[in-house]
């Protein structure tokens, strides 16, 4: 092989490599342009590029320009390189001297005979830029070789640039999507969307205030579905730390070996299956909150471990040595009786005393009947947009059953009736055959205890088999087989309690 060629290969295998760094791209342009000083004598050397904004050229990275030279913007077209630009075609200017049209922009010194070539940079079959370099002028330079060879370096180039915009595109959809995901979030805990004016909710509106702003500890408290997580999210929102993260960890979801790594994070190796390093919700959650939800369910080993970074505000990950300082703003939630939790041993107290720095208690949706209506108009409208219906209004009826019903599941079960309510109703207003069959025999079910047993049995039984008659749209045969049930006796029953068939059939 020849002096040249393993040259031209070192060349190459410096600039796959200078350019293998997708994320910043210049100084990768820089090593380029320098491996080509090193080993070909290139005295002056420039990338330019078409600029994404508009079509101008400007220097991407130049070697052996000054400054003002770096900083010129040209026009395609516009010079030798702006022709390379606009044509997609090498140039060579042999002997720059001989050349009296030739707009140089990039030579400050003219002390030396000096050859030019500039090649096109290509990329998706497009031209977006050139690769130009000065050579001292030799009588017998082979310029085709050259050209042949700065094109390969070219269209390296070209790869290089194709991966970066790739990656800037990717980058910038993330900050953009993440951006969209914020504002989303926030809208959505904004107060006004935590519906309620009864007494009780105002009282929690309050604490909400109180507390927010200060980085006190919070443990919100209620029944299933009453809107802890959402008065969570409400603290976030509106505390300093709003533009930093809140995680959620539901303590009941994970065995509590998992429940460990998944707080606290692991080494590689920390146990079976642990095969990377892996960051726990306490990093997750760095300079912003943590949730942890239904903390009531953590096993006392956990807690211990719990108690340790509320007090020392350090921890470890799991198999590490490395002691990590932490600071997060803790928010916790539980529907557990804590207290009795207490007496039983299974909550140390010690720990609650650290989450009970500061108390909300959201009351049940039972003890806050003026909520209900404004929430099931609330959530008319959310899901009536969101799946594309024109109901206006609740019927009084429907009204009635709603205030009327006891909501074991509170807001949560508000929520998934009115919801499916929606998906079910066809005209501009919700009528009571629209709420689930819970709500139809909410009479029978508790929520009135006056009658005696036979009365309730009666109009329990009665309910079911509306319900059954509504799910099988008033098919009788159906309907028995639902209530396991013959259909003889189901007939019975149907005429027993004058319940009309055909009333279903719709
Ligand atoms: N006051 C409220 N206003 C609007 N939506 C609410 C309210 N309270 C609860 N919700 C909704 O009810 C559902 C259950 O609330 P969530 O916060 O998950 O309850 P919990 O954590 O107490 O089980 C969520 O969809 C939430 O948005
Ligand atoms: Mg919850």
New binding site residues.
Partial sequence: MQVGEVRKLTTLLEVSQALSNAIDLKPGLHRVLESLERHHGVLRSAVTLLQEDGGDIAIEAALGVDAAGARARFRVGEGITGKVVATGKSIVVPQVSKEPAFLHRLASRRDREISFVSVPIILDRRTVGALSVDLPWKRDLDFERTVKFLRVVASMIGQALKVHRLVAAERQRLVDENQSLRRELKERYEYA????GSGP?RQVFEQIAQVAQGGTTVLVR?E???????IAHAIHYNSPRAQRPFVRVSCAALPETLIESELFGHEKGAFTGAHARKKGRFELAEGGTLFL?EIGELTLSTQVKLLRVLQEREFERLGGTETLKTNVRLLA?TNRDVEKAIAAASFREDLYYRLNVFTIF?PPLRDRKPDVMQ?AD?FLARYAREHGKRIKRISTPAIDMLVSYHWPGN??EL?NAIERAVVVCDGTVLHAHHLPPALQTAEASGTNPNGSLEESITAYEKSLIQDALKTTRGNRAKAARLLQTTERILGYKVQKYGIDCGRFRA
Wanted: avoid cysteine.
């Fill in positions: 969307n935590i519906v309620g909710m209620g299933s579905g009453t809107g802890k997580e959402l939800d939630a959201v929430l609330h807001v949560r929520e």
